[in-house]
């Protein structure tokens, strides 16, 4: 049981470069969140998709856009990459945004944009 | 106001002790609290979460919660080596159900 598949697991990015990265999960889970996690501010949540054909945005989602492929997988794209979105992403996955259960996050991509 | 609060330590414990973690949370709204293990460089995994008043046990692991006071605490009995790591307090609240996470308290368990 794979649980939360994220890809890739380092990257390194000029400036203005774009990037996608995938996340992918076998629990049947409803809802999928991307996630970025910077010292000293904790996670702070990017996008989130509450159901496959939905999304919406998170407390930081500017330089990011989000796709709900299917049931499994959620994308998160930098378009034009910037050294401020150097960061730890977290993928994570929950059974139901409106059921108060925890989540179960991916190994995380570690990007940094020079 | 940050939603959740954590002293971001470095908290250390000797091997064998009560290691004690503790979160407050600025909305009276918010439900559902968690707690979240992460070693260096891995993933958040969830220890524990507790929705109602006094204290949940779970092993070696027991979540307190005191909603009048808006706190969450995260006790570890006879603390290993190997529970050296970040702990992480998430809320949980309307609308929506969104999640907020304090910054963590690192632990290290001396041997």
């Known amino acids: 049981n794979a649980g939360v598949t994220q890809t890739p697991k380092f990257q390194v990015l000029k400036t203005g470069q774009s990037m996608t990265l995938q996340c992918a999960q076998d629990m049947n889970h409803n809802s999928m969140y991307w996630y970025r996690q910077d010292p000293g501010m904790g996670l702070r949540l990017i996008y989130y998709s509450a159901s496959e054909g939905t999304t919406d945005k998170g407390e930081v989602p500017n330089g990011y856009n989000v796709s709900r492929l299917n049931k499994r997988e959620f994308s998160l794209r930098l378009e034009s990459a910037a050294p401020s979105q150097t960061s730890v992403y977290f993928c994570?996955?929950?059974?139901?945004?409106?059921?108060?259960?925890?989540?179960?996050f991916g190994s995380g991509t570690r990007l940094t944009v020079v | 106001q940050k939603e959740v609060e954590q002293n971001s330590g470095p908290l250390s414990v000797p091997e064998g002790a009560i290691a004690s973690l503790n979160c407050t949370y600025s909305?009276?709204?918010?439900?559902?609290f968690f707690w979240y293990r992460q070693y260096s460089g891995k993933s958040p995994e969830l220890i524990m979460f507790i929705y109602s008043n006094g204290d949940k046990e779970d092993g070696r692991f027991t979540a307190q919660l005191n909603k009048a006071s808006q706190y969450v605490s995260l006790l570890i009995r006879d603390s290993q080596p190997s529970d050296s790591a970040t702990y992480l307090c998430a809320v949980n609240r309307p609308p929506g159900n969104q999640f907020y996470f304090g910054t963590g308290t690192s632990l290290t368990v001396i041997p």
């Open positions: 909305d009276r709204g918010s439900q559902s």
């Open positions: 994570a996955s929950s059974l139901d945004r409106a059921l108060p259960y925890g989540y179960t």
